[in-house]
């Protein structure tokens, strides 16, 4: 009698939860969801605890490497990967320096799309974009599949950075593409900005050294609506697409100016964000602010800012300003390098790749606690995630760190993968999708393999 007490107070427990589209987060549809900001509803059939065996519902092997992140609809799950005929130099973790690899693999690369089916992990259908020899190098950690797609319910848009934008629909049929002309980039690390999608338009960035831009592309036909010059150089922020009270807004960092376009590309403002000589955290938005930063480790160079809806114009600080009509507040040197930050419960967390956590107030960035150390010495480049009152931290070794929720730096539990984990993870339907070097696991509370 007990155990049909509780199963269907479980089941009543789940209705709601179920039957709304919010709180059932159905679709992941580009890096960091919808919001760009790594936050979920609360789900019962989220887990708190994990490892390569429990609460595993399915592991499915990739071919190939590929860091950018799953995106789902409905019942599928769509990844990319790019594999070589022949062996190469391996991505590995780690910190390097700005030194990047000073030319491109001589062997043919195949650029790969892949549809799992979000129940049991089977590869529905797999597509090959592109196949050749890579014309630019990548950074030693990266890969040639490092942009997560992003998708709209009709059809899916995948982006090889420095290759091209490909349009499929959901049965894996080629739609369109538009080819890209590589362009030399910092260090010859390569492109990683993600594409995102608006109505009936896909928008992506390229910063590069030699003429970077922004465009947008018609969903249906792949033809360019718009493209907008940039006085860039190389920077990786995925774009995000701001929805307000007072209009749809475009925003892209960069390292000379942070902007915003209209939806079709006018600049609606624009502020010299003294940004970091590497440009890599994506902007988000919780409560309406947005957020921006930037913090290579060896820069002086690590602002913060947090900018209310509205903005027209030049908003840039004067000297000695920390805020002023726009810019909500700000700090000069709490930028993270490659990880996006997270907003959860009234607090701003900065994961550092090396290994340590701060957190501020997200309304006032006052300061609640300074850098504190993860331990085992844990370096980070997926960005962090949040659901159920805690905050989950994905280090490169495959552990994931967890942490409640509130003002103090406590890590209550931690679960191994034991493999190379650089992708930031998807959650959909009470799932979380985690992408290690090898597999993309499937993991609920109660699952069984």
Known sequence: MNKIFSAIALSCLLMPLVNSPLAAQDHW???????????????????????????????TKILGWGWGSPVV??????????????????PKGGLYLGQGRPAPPDTVHHWMV??????????????????????????????????TPTIDGDRLYVLFGDLGLYCLDLDGQPLWKHSLTPRKTASGYGAAASPVVHENQVIMVYDNEEESF??????????????????ETSTWATPFVWKHADGVEIIVCGRKENRAYSTTG???????????????PSPFVVQDLLYITSGYFQDNKRPVYAIRPGARGDISLKTDETANEFISWSLQRMGPYNTSPIVYKGNYYTLLDRGMLTC???????????RTRFPQGASFTASPWAYN???????????THVMPAGGEFKIESTNELDELCIATPAISQGKLLLRTASSVYCISRGSKP
């Open 214 to 231: 922004i465009a947008a592309h018609d969903t249906v036909t792949g033809e360019v609506r718009w493209k907008i010059p940039r006085s």
């Open 29 to 59: 549809t580009r890096f960091r969801g919808q919001d760009g900001n790594g936050v979920v509803p609360d789900d019962p059939r989220l887990p708190v605890h994990w490892n390569a065996k429990e609460n595993v519902q399915w592991k």
């Open 114 to 147: 892949y549809c799992l089916d979000l129940d049991d992990g089977t590869i529905i259908w797999k597509h090959e974009a592109h196949q050749g020899k890579p014309k630019v190098p990548r950074h030693p950690k990266s890969t040639y599949a490092a942009e």
């Open 360 to 370: 501020h107030n997200a309304l006032t960035g006052e300061l609640v606690f300074n």
């Open 73 to 90: 609809w409905g019942d599928r799950v769509f990844v990319t990967a790019v594999h070589s005929d022949l062996d190469y130099e391996k």
């Open 389 to 399: 009152g805690k905050l989950f931290f994905l280090d490169e070794n495959g552990t």
């Open 266 to 280: 006018d600049l609606l403002w624009h502020f010299d964000g003294k940004m970091s000589v590497l440009t890599i």
